[in-house]
């Protein structure tokens, strides 16, 4: 690494501690026990965004990012368990024609022998059904303009892209405003903020070292 790097990554963030935000300007929260999920975003001092984040098996995450360097376009992403619904259907299928071959029987329903496993075929149907209900996901995911690393996501069941859609119009609109003052500045400088900020995220467990080295030769190359 060369000298230049070097004081590229031991400047001084100027990035606040988000445990002091203040003057919130707009706030997103999305909390999901079901899926051990937890979000909660705030935009303040017009500049930063407060990150709070908490993931299955995973620790809180509490960090702040400098709303310039975050790209305001995220990428959508929508999981469907196409397989747990190909599952269901075909139970359902199968008990409702056990059903009505049980009802057309001589025999009282309640005595039939396949009633239990009519009552099995449901059971599962239903197991199917929930497990589907879970897996099936919608994921935003926000990177860094240049390092394309990314810096945080909103995951949550369907319909997580029409709850987040007003926050992520606001947001767009604070990150637009942050990058147009700053853009007087020189390439140099844009290069070493950008630099700090991608190691300061590191340092603070964001990122982790290969993704910090993967932006950072993404950042270099942009700027050559």
Known sequence: ??????????????????????NVQASFK??????????????????????????P??????????????????????????RCLQAVLGLTVISAGLWWWMRRSP???HEHSWLP?????VSAALCATLLSAYRTTETLT???????????????GLRV???????????????????AGGGAAKQAQLLRDEMRE????QQCGVLSPSEYEASKARILQRHA
């Open 1 to 22: 690494m060369s000298a230049e790097h070097v004081y590229l990554e031991s400047d001084v963030s100027e990035t606040p501690d988000p445990r002091s935000v203040r």
């Open 30 to 55: 999305l909390h999901s026990r079901w899926r051990g999920c937890y979000t909660l975003l705030d935009i303040f001092e017009k500049r930063f965004l407060a990150v709070c984040v908490k993931r």
């Open 57 to 82: 098996r995973s620790p809180l995450k509490h960090y702040a990012l400098a709303l310039r360097f975050v790209d305001p376009i995220p990428e959508r992403q929508r999981h469907i368990p196409w």
């Open 107 to 109: 025999v009282p329903l």
């Open 117 to 121: 496993a009519w009552i099995l075929v």
């Open 142 to 156: 926000f990177f860094s303009v240049h390092g394309r690393a990314r810096l945080f996501d909103i995951v949550g």
């Open 161 to 179: 892209f029409h709850a987040a859609h007003q926050f992520e119009a606001e947001l767009a609109a604070h990150i637009q405003r942050a990058q």
């Open 198 to 201: 991608h190691y300061r995220l």
